[in-house]
């Protein structure tokens, strides 16, 4: 596609639930990246995808929290038992080949609130 | 770990007046800074910057790091209305992986006609 796409862009669930977040890079993107995003606040990597693999998932908060890859395209961050505190704009961001000289294209976000 | 942080934190000017945006970043091996511009939601790419001293330029933005003093500044120039945006800025260390961006809290910048 022309660039990074989520869906839905806005998602409301209660406490408690257990909510997907979709990401569909730019095509032909090998690196795809999650980010967290807070009011007032600069985004916060959350997990790193090279491929089908996780190559460094230590920015996801707890257990809670899973992101997959099963065909190295779409991604989908899932989170168990959501909280309050979970309540955030979700970025996914991919670039060409994960390298330290590419560019990451960001996508626009779904915005998760935690009722 | 990584950090990054920026100033001033809001910024309101006139149409035709020229900003600078600063970022300065304390990072476990120094690998990229970078400049992105964020409207509604998707944060935009501006500027890569790897190498000290050189300045990158496009249109009427342009920046420069100084890997010495460990801070780079976003110049804007003739400000427009369209230029409202918070402005973010984020560096690439080998702290955790190759690809974590740490981002800073971003300036708010705002244009008035």
């Known amino acids: 596609g022309a660039g990074v796409s989520q869906t839905p862009s806005n998602k409301v669930t209660e406490k408690g639930k257990y909510v997907e977040l979709r990401c569909d890079p730019i095509s032909g993107h090998t690196a795809l990246y999650w980010y967290r995003q807070s009011l007032g606040q600069g985004p916060e990597f959350l997990i790193y995808f090279q491929g089908t693999g996780a190559a460094d998932d230590s920015g996801l908060p707890n257990d809670r929290f899973f992101a997959v890859r099963p065909e190295g395209s779409v991604s989908t961050l899932k989170i168990q038992r959501t909280e309050r505190g979970d309540s955030a704009v979700y970025l996914c961001?991919?670039?060409?080949?994960?390298?330290?000289?590419?560019?990451?294209?960001f996508g626009p976000g779904t915005r998760l609130t935690v009722l | 770990e990584d950090k990054v942080v920026q100033s001033p934190l809001s910024l309101v000017v006139h149409e035709g007046d020229t900003v600078t945006l600063n970022c300065s970043y304390e990072?476990?091996?120094?690998?990229?800074l970078l400049w992105y511009k964020q409207e509604k939601k998707a944060p935009t790419f501006l500027f890569m910057l790897t190498s000290s001293g050189i300045e990158k330029k496009s249109g009427r933005l342009s920046s420069i790091l100084d890997k010495k003093e460990l801070f780079s500044i976003l110049n804007i120039t003739a400000t427009q209305t369209g230029d409202s945006a918070v402005y973010l800025c984020?560096?690439?260390?080998?702290?955790?992986?190759?690809?974590?961006?740490?981002f800073g809290s971003g300036t708010q910048l705002t244009v008035l006609p």
């Open positions: 984020a560096v690439e260390g080998s702290s955790g992986s190759a690809r974590q961006l740490t």
């Open positions: 990072v476990t091996n120094f690998r990229s």
């Open positions: 961001a991919s670039s060409l080949r994960g390298s330290s000289t590419d560019t990451q294209y």
